[in-house]
């Protein structure tokens, strides 16, 4: 670990540059560099899920915390280069006093040239990503509308100042249950009268989830409150009988079906390393979580 008081951008860009020499690895093989604007509280647990990411994802990490004051400015970093937590580069940075609002000046120099750079929000997102001034130089942008506390409004928020090219982690931890709905629903299947969502209180993912299926099946989606973490099950009423998903422990689902045996699935809780992995894995805009956090925010208002 390198420790830099004091210091600007330009000097930390210069310390990670010198340390890869000193390595012998002049070149970089980063393929992007990954912002993330948090407080003294998230920041272990969001650069530490970053760092890991980087075993599948090589990127420079610039960890931004801003300690706003009335004391003297100063950027203080601590720097990290490749090693066992694998091949990323890793800047901590702690803007103090004044420098605190102006973030943007000090990474500059620390952005990768002709590579994609990734905004991440682990928590205090501004309310449209894309127009901060971090966002601005961002091809994605991740926030976590689970971290916040009132999580439903800031989902509100999310779509209301949405851009192509954001995302949110409550949409990331769905995948696995929109795959394993998606694929129920490629076989024949009898008419969907409706469909009821367990999961614990005010979760936004429950609410993505319950938007994507009223979108997609074009029924009544009803959301009630289970004391298991997360979504506890996903119930869905045909004409036929019930289809249900239920995740009774951290790994395991039961699907069950009228007229079938019983099948267990894998279905994960999902921690933010993976999370960040399948995020970095396409840069592009998704647009069909563009579409729901947009239908999400229109009916809420």
């Not at 706003?68 to 937590?85: F, M, N, Q, R, Y």
């Not at 249950?177 to 469909?195: E, K």
């Not at 997609?216 to 289970?226: C, G, P, Q, R, W």
């Not at 009423?237 to 951290?250: K, L």
């Amino acid at each position: 670990m390198i420790r830099l008081e004091n210091t600007s951008g330009g000097a930390i860009a210069s310390a990670i540059s010198s340390e890869r020499h000193r390595q012998g690895s002049p070149t970089t093989g980063m393929v992007l560099t990954m912002l993330i604007l948090t407080d003294e509280e998230l920041q272990s647990d969001a650069t530490s899920g970053a760092v890991s990411a980087a075993r599948q994802h090589p990127m420079r990490i610039v960890t931004v915390i801003p300690r706003p004051g009335k004391g003297t400015h100063s950027l203080d970093a601590e720097i990290a280069v490749g090693g066992d937590d694998g091949p990323g580069e890793v800047a901590v940075l702690r803007l103090r006093g004044e420098l605190a609002d102006h973030a943007d000046s000090v990474v500059i120099p620390l952005l990768l040239s002709d590579t994609p750079v990734v905004a991440f929000w682990p928590s205090h997102a501004p309310a449209v990503p894309a127009e901060d001034a971090i966002g601005r130089h961002a091809q994605r942008r991740i926030t976590d509308a689970a971290t916040s506390e009132d999580p439903l409004e800031e989902l509100r928020q999310r779509g209301r100042g949405y851009r192509p090219g954001d995302t949110d982690l409550s949409w990331s931890r769905l995948t696995p249950w929109r795959s394993i709905l998606a694929t129920t629903f490629d076989q024949p299947t009898a008419a969907v009268n409706g469909v009821l969502i367990t999961a614990e209180a005010h979760s936004p993912s429950a609410a993505l989830l319950a938007t994507w299926l009223e979108k997609t099946l074009d029924t009544t989606i009803e959301v009630a409150t289970s004391n298991s973490p997360g979504i506890h099950s996903v119930i869905v009423t045909t004409s036929a009988g019930e289809i249900s998903i239920t995740r009774a422990t951290g790994n395991t689902a039961t699907l069950s079906q009228t007229g079938s045996p019983d099948a267990h699935i894998s279905l994960p809780r999902r921690d933010l390393t993976t999370l960040l992995n399948e995020e970095l894995r396409r840069l592009d805009p998704d647009e069909v979580y563009g579409w729901v956090i947009r239908s999400y925010a229109g009916k809420s208002t």
